[in-house]
Nanobody, 122 residues
């Protein structure tokens, strides 16, 4: 059974940090690109970051570049998102996702977690 379980979300003040984790099971983790997406109320799901199978290549949305860092541990089948200098506009439900190749389009990813809420207060 495929499972992607996000954790680490919560309420934080602007300028603070959070580290999200996505623990996976039942999928070929080391053969997948892993990504993070987010969806704010009333908005479409948007790309945040992705990381290649071996963790060498990463890609970020312009809105988070320099503040967020994606990483992975293939031995633990887990992907992380370190979020620093958080802003109120980062408030959203954050989802991890997997697919064999990278993409910034959420419709092209087919392994999904259920999300974790991140709320940044001003």
């Amino acid at each position: 059974q495929v499972q992607l379980v996000e954790s680490g979300g919560g309420l934080v003040q602007a300028g603070g940090s959070l580290r999200l984790s996505c623990a996976t099971s039942g999928l070929p983790f080391s053969n997948l690109y892993m990504g993070w997406f987010r969806q704010a109320p009333g908005k479409e799901r948007e790309f945040v970051a992705e990381i290649s199978r071996g963790g060498i290549n990463t890609n970020y949305a312009d809105s988070v570049k320099g503040r967020f860092t994606i990483s992975r541990d293939n031995a633990k089948n887990t992907v992380y998102l370190q979020m620093n200098s958080l802003k109120p506009e980062d408030t959203a439900v954050y989802y991890c996702a997997g697919r064999p190749r990278g993409s910034v389009y959420s419709a092209e990813w087919y392994y999904w977690g259920h999300g974790t809420q991140v709320t940044v207060s001003s």
